[in-house]
C-alpha cells in the first residue's frame, strides 16, 4: 500500500510543471527557480584527470623513470563570473604582483592570453608559473594569498637525467 502510494505521489510530482524561469516584475529581472527540469543556463564541462603513471626500473630494480608531484601557481577567479575587461586585468595585475613579491621572480603573462582565458574557460585556474621549487611552495602556503592557488600535477622524472631517456 505504502509503495503504490509512493509510485502515484512521485508520478505526480513528476507531471507537474514547475516554473523554470520566474521574472520580477519590479526590477524586471530574471532568477532561476527550482525545478525538475534541467535548467536553460546549465552547461556541462569535461575535465580529463591524469594517472599517475608507473615507475619503470632495471633488471636490478634501479628506478629509470618515476612520476613526482609537482606544484604550479594558479590564479583562481571568483565566481559567478562577472567581471568586464578592465575588471579582468586589474584583477590578474594584483595576483601577478603578488605572485612576484612571494616567488621573487618575473612572471610573464599578456592581458590578451588572459581575457582569452576568462571568456572560454573562467572557471578553471589559470596557471602563471610552473613546477615551483620546494621554497616557493612554502612561500606560496604561508603568505596564502587570495586568489592564488597551488595546483599539484603529475611530472615524470628521469633519476638518470637524459642517459636512456628516449629508450624509456
Known sequence: MRLLTLLALSSSMLAQEAPRVASNAKSGAAKLAPSWDTQQQ?????LSIPAPRGQIVD??????AQT????????????????????VRTFVE??????????????????????????????LPLVIALDLKHSEIEAVKKANPEGLSLQPTYQRHYPNGKLAAHVV
Open 59 to 64: 633488471r636490478n630494480g634501479n628506478p629509470l
Open 68 to 87: 613526482r608531484i609537482s606544484y604550479n601557481l594558479c590564479i583562481q577567479f571568483p565566481t559567478p563570473l562577472s567581471f568586464n575587461d578592465a575588471e
Open 42 to 46: 546549465a552547461g556541462t564541462s569535461i
Open 94 to 123: 594584483r595576483r601577478i604582483a603578488a605572485a612576484e613579491g612571494i616567488l621573487a621572480r618575473p612572471i610573464p603573462w599578456t592581458p590578451e592570453q588572459t581575457l582569452k582565458h576568462y571568456k572560454n574557460r573562467g572557471i
